[in-house]
């Protein structure tokens, strides 16, 4: 398609905490710094930034990716502020990418940040103006009911059972424990400590939700000829994918985000992939509930529809099973600062194609990973494809 | 064709009222709260980037320009005493409504600092307002601060 | 890649109530008057009314609920008002236990996507659901608009108090 290829080179992050000393900006700039020096790159070098921040409501500041610029280095530089809700941690890249493929630019620096716990009393309450404000808002709504009437609707067209599901949670919250900046990582946590947690609205429980976190991560974007100066194990982005179904979300099928397939589809095409279960051996779908992996999972084309639940059952989805999934913990273990939860996924599988993750180490030499996010008004998909 | 030519029945399109209520707690930050606990004491302080040469009032965690992290060796204490660079004289509240007397504002560029730091004016008027007023920041008493901006309760003519 | 990961500084509530940290507190209170616009001027008159309404699309052939003036996929404007049934269908439903902000409440509310007959397949409204015990509730359970009287209408969604099981 005439584009340059684009490697990610480095990767940096805060830890993931519920509430953080550091203002936005801060954070910001933790993450932007960390990256950078990973991949021993000054600020001069970089040549547009692109950010990812949700709610302006959270910080409760005017303009919020312009009140963040300086922390995310983008003083005095060209710089884009995308948001696509919780699928912005997985757009902010993809936009990163066409800044370099395009030819614009060698090195971008792509940072998301959240900074939630400022809202009081809950940063549910961010989240009101969710719901239309003429046929909604006034039958007194919460958050919480979108992802309960999804997940029941999930539930009922497979017949699965809470403790299908529940195990994502298990899963997740024990992979977390193996990364440094997690917030709720529990090597000890059991399927009987989720079902057993407050039921908020059923059929969501306390453990099936992801928490509340303040948190920012930053790659460094590089084209082809300069990536390969600067590390000898660039990572590429094979693959970018982005889609938007109807705001009229009580219109469309909940059991299936058909905005992920087809989000799935561009980047899959990009990639050259073609039989998606085969050739990937990685994937971070997002995981804000423990139902939303199943539901991705299967729009992501990685397993038939309503089949997910089974696969994890039968260990596919572990580290050491077949097609790993979540092998950071996700956002039920790592945390959930909502833009720059999805780039924490796509850091991951930075990390994963380079050997580099550690305890989380996925085996067997993995050469292709897929992140992918979802938000908005719950129908943006957002997939991005990695390979070695 | 429009999509007000196809309607049939004109309809009251009508008003529907709200409000979005939002109250937030702001932390203060890793270098801010430092700064506002030195406000408390009656000091003002800055932070320096030596790369770039600039001092940054009030002080930041890193500096914009290079994105190096201003650690310790960073912060210096900044003087009371500057000029001022700008300044206006406000009539009216945040809701447009007439203030009872004007209220002076302006932007002070403190002895040391690169940047300004916007505050209240005292002791400023017609007569004597001019870009270049020596001024010193004017401290509440002790026991009347915070960790807050209105430590200092205005800038004053020297 | 530990050494990636920057030591952020985590507070717990406690470094706020027992004044560790310095806050600043802001309450924000944006009022809005907003146009209902055409399609939604025109549905929360119909409520007013008892009734429910819809747009139709001549091209697509879908009729709308909630109705909206132009079709979002044949990219037009929409043609006609349509007045669909007081019944439905349960797409999928909740049983509530907080409010917004989490505070638990006392008696559980039961949200619901309900799709409404005449509408076309699968559209949709959020609403409530009364009159029928959680458990007794199921995905595709035959309902019906419990309404306001007349004189309390206001035209608002809520002038249909819930949904209640017909039969």
């Known amino acids: 398609m005439g584009m340059r290829r684009v490697a990610v080179v480095g990767a940096g992050m805060t830890k993931f905490v519920r509430r953080a000393l550091e203002t936005g900006r801060e954070l910001a700039f933790e993450a932007a710094s960390k990256a950078l020096e990973s991949c021993e790159l000054t600020l001069d070098q970089v040549e547009a930034v692109v950010m990812g921040t949700a709610p302006d409501a959270f910080d409760g500041v005017h303009m919020k990716g312009e009140w963040l610029s300086d922390g995310a280095g983008a003083w005095g530089k060209p710089y884009m502020r995308g948001y696509v809700g919780g699928g912005t941690g997985v757009f902010a890249p993809a936009q990163g990418w066409y800044h370099v493929a395009s030819g614009l630019f060698d090195i971008c620096l792509v940072v998301c940040e959240e900074k939630m716990s400022p809202v009081q009393p809950h940063p549910q309450g961010a989240f009101l103006t969710i719901f239309d404000n003429f046929t909604e808002r006034a039958l007194g709504p919460n958050l919480l009911w979108i992802f309960a009437l999804e997940m029941n609707a999930y539930m009922q067209r497979y017949g699965l059972r809470k403790e299908d599901i529940a195990q994502v949670a298990v899963k997740n919250k024990r992979n977390a424990a193996d990364h440094p900046a997690s917030l709720l990582g529990d090597r000890t946590i059991t399927l009987k400590d989720i079902l057993d947690s407050e039921v908020l609205a059923w059929p969501v429980q306390r453990l099936d939700v992801s928490p509340v976190t303040d948190g920012a991560v930053a790659l460094v974007l590089a084209s082809e000829a300069v990536a390969r100066r600067i590390t000898s194990k660039p990572v590429w982005i094979e693959g970018v994918g982005w889609n938007l179904d109807t705001a009229y979300w009580t219109d469309r099928d909940l059991a299936y985000p058909t905005y992920v397939e087809e989000a799935a589809r561009m980047a899959y095409r990009m990639a050259g992939i073609t039989e998606p279960h085969k050739q990937i051996q990685i994937a971070e779908p997002y995981d804000p509930f423990d139902y939303k992996e199943l539901h991705h999972l299967e729009g992501l084309l990685l397993f038939p529809k309503g089949k997910a639940p089974e696969a994890t059952a039968a260990g596919v989805t572990q580290r050491t099973g077949n097609l790993p999934v979540c092998p950071s913990g996700g956002l039920l273990g790592v945390g959930n600062p909502i833009a720059a939860a999805g780039l924490m996924k796509v850091a991951e599988l930075f990390w994963q194609l380079r050997g580099e993750a550690g305890a989380r180490q996925v085996p067997g030499d993995p050469r292709r990973g897929v992140a992918q996010a979802w938000g908005d008004l719950m129908q943006v998909g957002t997939v991005v494809v990695m390979g070695r | ?158 | 890649m530990d050494q990636h990961v920057f030591p952020t500084r985590g507070l717990s509530e406690k470094d706020f109530s027992e004044h560790r940290v310095l806050v600043e507190h802001w309450a924000l209170k944006a009022d809005y008057a907003w146009d209902t616009g055409v399609a939604i001027g025109g549905y929360l008159q119909g409520l007013k009314q008892g009734k429910l309404l819809a747009r139709h699309c001549n091209r697509c052939r879908r009729t709308l609920i909630p109705p909206r003036m132009f079709c979002e996929e044949c990219f037009c404007p929409t043609d006609d008002w349509v007045e669909l049934q007081n019944t439905g269908w349960v797409k999928t439903f909740s049983l509530s236990n907080v409010r917004w902000d989490m505070v638990r409440l006392e008696q559980p509310e039961m949200p619901a996507v309900v799709a409404i007959d005449g509408a076309s397949p699968g559209m949709g409204i959020l609403h409530l659901l009364g009159e029928v015990e959680p458990k007794a509730v199921a995905i595709g359970m035959r309902v019906q608009a419990v309404w306001k009287p007349a004189a309390e209408r206001e035209g608002s969604i809520t002038d249909i108090r819930y949904f209640k099981p017909i039969g």
Not at chain 2, 38 to 56: D, H, P, S
Not at chain 2, 64 to 84: D, K, M, T
Not at chain 2, 130 to 157: T, Y
């Open chain 2, 1 to 158: 064709m429009g999509i007000l030519h196809s309607l049939e029945h004109p309809v009251e399109a009508g008003v529907w009222r709200g409000s979005i209520p939002l109250q937030h707690r702001y932390t203060a930050g890793v270098a801010g709260e430092r700064f506002l606990r030195g406000l408390k004491e009656g000091k003002i302080y800055g932070t320096r980037c030596a790369r770039c040469n600039y001092t940054y009032v009030p002080a930041r965690l890193y500096c914009e320009r290079c994105l190096s992290h201003l650690g310790q060796q960073a912060w210096l204490e900044i003087g009371l005493e500057g000029e001022v660079l700008s300044f206006t004289e406000v009539h009216i509240d945040p809701a447009g409504r007439p203030l009872d007397k004007p209220r002076w504002v302006g932007l002070i560029r403190l002895r040391g600092a690169s940047g300004v730091l916007m505050h209240n004016l005292e002791g400023v008027t017609q007569e004597n307002a001019r870009v270049g007023l020596a001024v010193k920041a004017v401290f509440r008493p002790a026991k009347e601060r915070s960790g807050s901006i209105n430590d200092i309760r205005h800038f004053a003519p020297a």
